[in-house]
């Protein structure tokens, strides 16, 4: 069993700043890759950041304003988010692409989601 649990979310103002973070935890092998997706209402889920080993990648739209890091030692991967604007308004879903055990595949697991709010 695999948990990844986000925390951080709220109600920030325009230009305001908010940093998520996501603990995965239970059966992990190895985790290959983190990152964090987002969902607004009427819209699809899109990658927001990803990060894999010490290589990073941003949507366009956040670029310059949010960055990705990760703690290994406790398999906590954290969105610092800047500048933040309204349309960054969305539920937040941490991801985890990682193996159970030696013998196990690669899977992706996701977390419940967060939301964020950005709104005078």
């Known amino acids: 069993q695999v948990q990844l649990v986000e925390s951080g979310g709220g109600l920030v103002q325009p230009g305001g700043s908010l940093r998520l973070s996501c603990a995965a935890s239970?059966?992990?092998?190895?985790?290959?890759?983190m990152g964090w997706y987002r969902q607004a209402p009427g819209k699809q889920r899109e990658l927001v950041a990803g990060i894999t080993g010490g290589s990073t990648n941003y949507a366009d739209a956040v670029k310059g304003r949010f960055t990705i890091s990760r703690d290994n030692r406790k398999n906590t991967v954290y969105l610092q988010m800047n500048s933040l604007k309204p349309e960054d308004t969305a539920v937040y879903y941490c991801?985890?692409?990682?193996?159970?055990?030696?013998?196990?595949?690669?899977?992706?697991?996701w977390g419940q989601g967060t939301q964020v709010t950005v709104s005078s």
């Open positions: 239970g059966s992990i092998f190895s985790i290959y890759a």
């Open positions: 991801n985890a692409h990682l193996r159970q055990s030696v013998l196990a595949g690669a899977y992706d697991y």
